[in-house]
């Protein structure tokens, strides 16, 4: 019997058999689930909640000097806490399917 991997594995991947020094591919269904909530907290955490606390700090100082009425003013907050709330929901699927891969590859992932 040959160690042939197969060709579906890429290096690097942190789902992949290979990177565990096991000879196949362990099946695990949430892979992408994986993939995508760490690329959608990435994006929350790094783009969209710092562009949501600049746009309340401008509707603070907007409303400061009389330019928007309040409920502008509680639009802009709502939305920053929107979008924390979603950051936090995307960075729990994000560690569920840390805690659902653990198992399978015997390696602490979380730390």
Same mark, same amino acid.
């Given at each position: 019997? #040959?160690?042939?991997?197969?060709? *579906? +594995?890429? @290096?690097? !991947?942190?789902?992949?058999?290979? *990177? =565990? ?6 099946? &695990?269904?949430?892979?992408? #689930?994986?993939?995508? %909530?760490? @690329?959608?907290?990435? +994006?929350? #955490? %790094? ?10 700090? %401008? $509707?603070? /100082?907007? =409303?400061? $000097? #009389?330019?928007? !009425? &309040?409920?502008?003013?509680?639009? $802009?907050?709502? %939305? ?6 979603? =950051? ?5 699927? &994000?560690?569920? /399917? +840390? $805690? ?7 390696? !602490?992932?979380?730390?």
């Amino acid at each position: 019997m #040959g160690n042939v991997m197969p060709p *579906t +594995l890429m @290096k690097g !991947d942190p789902c992949s058999a290979r *990177t =565990y020094g096991v000879e196949q591919e362990i099946p &695990f269904p949430g892979k992408l #689930g994986l993939k995508a %909530s760490e @690329k959608l907290a990435n +994006l929350y #955490g %790094s783009a969209i909640v710092p562009q949501s606390n600049l746009a309340l700090n %401008s $509707a603070i /100082a907007n =409303y400061q $000097a #009389g330019k928007i !009425d &309040f409920l502008k003013l509680i639009d $802009a907050s709502m %939305s920053l806490l929107e979008y924390q709330l979603k =950051y936090y929901e995307s960075m729990v699927e &994000f560690h569920k /399917a +840390l $805690a659902k891969l653990e198992p399978l590859v015997g390696v !602490d992932l979380i730390k």
